[in-house]
């Protein structure tokens, strides 16, 4: 069975603060990962549903993050893998203003998913 994959709950923070605003199935709740039952919503917009808890956040999948950051800041993430010795590797191309601003980082992982939520925090720190 295939599953989603969401973006972990230091990314889902960074991403709030940056201003991601898409509407998710799941959201963090105190760090815990919950899935919103009968809607999909913006979970970053203020309108709390667990008034008890803290640090409430959307929490999108790894694909929305990317799109997100492709669509809203020009911000491009390929994931590579390496046959031998079975690695990943991420390469952010981000084009504010010029298109060479390729950026290549040697750091290996052992799956796809581990690169692409590597890759999004990277951006989110240093990038925007």
Avoid at 7 to 20: A, D, I, Q, Y
Avoid at 40 to 58: P, R
Avoid at 99 to 117: D, I, K, M, R
Wanted: with cysteine; glycine share 4%.
């Amino acid at each position: 069975m295939i599953t989603e994959d969401y973006v972990s709950f230091e990314s889902s923070k960074l991403l709030k603060e940056k201003g991601f605003d898409g509407k998710c199935d799941y959201l963090y709740v105190d760090g815990k990962l919950v899935r919103a039952l009968g809607c999909a919503c913006n979970w970053n917009d203020g309108e709390t549903l667990f008034a008890d808890y803290k640090n409430e956040c959307s929490a999108p999948t790894i694909q929305m993050a990317m799109k997100w950051l492709r669509e809203v800041y020009n911000i491009h993430i390929e994931v590579t893998y390496f046959f031998e010795p079975h690695i990943y590797k991420y390469t952010i191309t981000y084009t504010p203003v010029a298109l060479n601003s390729v950026s290549s980082h040697p750091q290996c992982f052992n799956t796809y998913e581990e690169a692409c939520e590597a890759a999004i925090e990277y951006c989110l720190k240093n990038l925007i």
